[in-house]
Structures are given as structure tokens and as C-alpha cells.
């Protein structure tokens, strides 16, 4: 079993930054693809970013220029940097570890950006 845990999540203002953290155990994390989701209140999941073992990276066109994902493998930990926030970031942000073909969820991390 796999236990992302996010932290990170906050309330800023509009045109702030944050960012987020996933920690995940399991001496494999080098293998695993990690994904960042977003779930805004009555709207449907979304993949915001995502990084593969590799490396390579890919985003949703809403945050593109903005967000930037990266991974520390030597500490198991998968980030978020969020930029120019606007309040239709405000979510519950989850990170995603999928290992050997199943996706672990983490519990989320509110992001709260006002105007």
C-alpha cells in the first residue's frame, strides 16, 4: 500500500504562491508517475499536473505558465509550485501516485485563493 500525504494547501490572495508537497512511501517511488488533481466545489476532478518517473512533465492548459510539478526521488517527494494563484484555483488538490498500474490517492489539501 501506498500513502501519498499532501501538505501545503492554504488561503492566499489572488496573484500569491504556494506550494505544495506530496510524500510518499515505498522504496520504488523512483518508478512511480505521480499526478496532481484538483477538485473545485460542484465541479468534476481535473488533472492539473503530472510527472512521470522519467521526468517528463505535462500540464492542464489552465495552469500552464504557472504551476510548475517537480520530484526529490532520493526523498520521496513530489511538488507543486503554484504562481499567479487566481481564485478559480481554489480546490481540494490531490496527489496521485500510480505504482505498478494502481492509482493511491491522497486525503487532499485545500487551496483557498481570494480576490
Known amino acids: 500500500q501506498v500513502h501519498p500525504a499532501e501538505s501545503g494547501g492554504g488561503s492566499v490572495q489572488a496573484g500569491g504562491s504556494l506550494r505544495l508537497s506530496c510524500e510518499a512511501s515505498g522504496s520504488i517511488f523512483r518508478l512511480d508517475d505521480i499526478n496532481w488533481y484538483r477538485q473545485a466545489p460542484g465541479k468534476q476532478r481535473e488533472l492539473v499536473a503530472g510527472i512521470l518517473s522519467g521526468g517528463d512533465t505535462n500540464y492542464a492548459d489552465s495552469v500552464k505558465g504557472r504551476f510548475t510539478i517537480s520530484r526529490d526521488n532520493a526523498k520521496n517527494m513530489v511538488y507543486l509550485q503554484m504562481n499567479s494563484l487566481s481564485p478559480e484555483d481554489t480546490a481540494v488538490y490531490y496527489c496521485?501516485?500510480?505504482?505498478?498500474?494502481?492509482?493511491?490517492w491522497g486525503q487532499g489539501t485545500q487551496v483557498t485563493v481570494s480576490s
Open positions: 496521485v501516485v500510480n505504482r505498478r498500474g494502481v492509482g493511491f
